[in-house]
């Protein structure tokens, strides 16, 4: 597998879940939906990436890929605030185009020496031109939904590993496909970064927080730079401090009693979950497909556990699941880089 492709892929889903805020909202508004409709069709992508990360992998479905993404993303900039069902079927289309592409694409790094290399440098760039499409955008009068679909160009150019009959998916294979004991985990970083500007409302200074989220990609650009460089006797335990690390300040940030220190472990959560993030999927071997879907997977239904936590008991309640979810992933995994 060229390191282009994986670039390609794995950048560019970066780039639409970090941006994610930014286009739900303008699907929210060329659409006519309400913010929970458009943020229910966000995960509506996220979950249907995940199931078609373990389950598309036959060439008829990647070539169809290629194509459907530019398509589905111009549906979704185009879409009427008459046609409510459009934008449906667009994220679904979309997440299983993303999902498709991916799952083959990290197919093809099984048994490569710089795999992790790759992951990382693709996962920079994500983040890199997610922080550049925030920056540009309030200097441009098009939705950020036209400035995806050209980014999203560059799947044409995705070259895709043969596959024997033997490594495609089996359907009946999910459970031991899916990394379960990280999932919460998952599931808690997703409902963290959702309620990340619902929280920081509540400050004086409020206006300062889209600074620290934007420092936030710095941070994970550098983290996922850097966890190419760990030396291999050091990746299992870097990965599972990493992953302590982000729960530990992903509950910090929701007790934080100041934008200050609210804003830092911002800072440090992104970087800690860039650390882990290349080390869990990058050493993840004949698995990699399956640890990318339990990712999605957690993302998807975050926002929806978060919302629960919330109103149920309040923001202490969520502070507590994000720390509980990395102590019990910590446990699980047994320090290992990822179960074999």
């Not at 983040?127 to 499409?133: P, Y």
């Not at 800072?267 to 800690?272: E, I, S």
């Not at 979950?273 to 399956?290: I, S």
Request: glycine letters at 12%.
């Amino acid at each position: 597998m060229d390191q282009r492709s994986i670039i390609l892929t794995v950048g560019f889903g970066s780039v639409m879940i970090n941006t994610m805020p930014v286009w739900i909202g303008d699907l929210a508004s060329g659409a006519g939906l309400s913010d929970g409709i458009a943020g229910a069709f966000a995960s509506l992508v996220l979950l249907s990436a995940s199931l078609a990360c373990l389950g598309l992998r036959d060439a008829e479905y990647i070539s169809l890929s290629k194509v459907a993404a530019p398509i589905c993303l111009a549906l979704l900039a185009l879409s009427p605030p008459s046609a409510p069902l459009l934008p449906a079927l667009a994220c679904c289309g979309l997440g299983i185009a993303i999902g498709a592409l991916t799952g083959r694409v990290i197919s093809g790094l099984d048994g490569q020496s710089d795999k992790l290399a790759a992951i990382s440098l693709a996962l920079s760039i994500g983040l890199v031109v997610s922080l550049i499409v925030y920056l540009i955008l309030p200097v441009l009068t098009l939705s950020s939904l036209w400035l995806l679909t050209a980014l999203s160009l560059g799947m044409l150019a995705v070259r895709t590993p043969q596959m024997p009959p033997s490594s495609r998916f089996q359907w009946n294979h999910i459970t031991s496909a899916l990394p379960v004991q990280y999932i919460p985990f998952f599931v808690m970083m997703g409902a963290y970064w959702t309620y990340l500007e619902l929280f920081g409302a509540r400050f004086d200074n409020a206006g300062q927080l889209p600074f620290w989220l934007l420092g936030s990609l710095v941070t994970g650009a550098i983290g996922a730079f850097l966890a190419a460089r760990i030396p291999p006797s050091w990746q299992a335990r870097t990965q599972a401090r990493a992953m302590v690390a982000a729960a530990v300040t992903g509950g910090c940030s929701y007790l934080a009693p100041n934008l200050a220190l609210f804003g830092l472990t911002i800072l440090v959560n992104g970087f800690a979950l860039f650390v882990y993030f290349p080390l869990y999927l990058g050493t993840a071997g004949d698995k990699a497909p399956g640890a990318m879907a339990g990712y999605l997977l957690g993302f998807a239904v975050g926002g929806a556990a978060g919302s629960a936590l919330i109103f149920s008991i309040g923001y202490t309640a969520l502070a507590g699941a994000i720390l509980l979810s990395g102590l019990i992933g910590l446990m699980q995994s047994g320090v290992r880089s990822h179960p074999r």
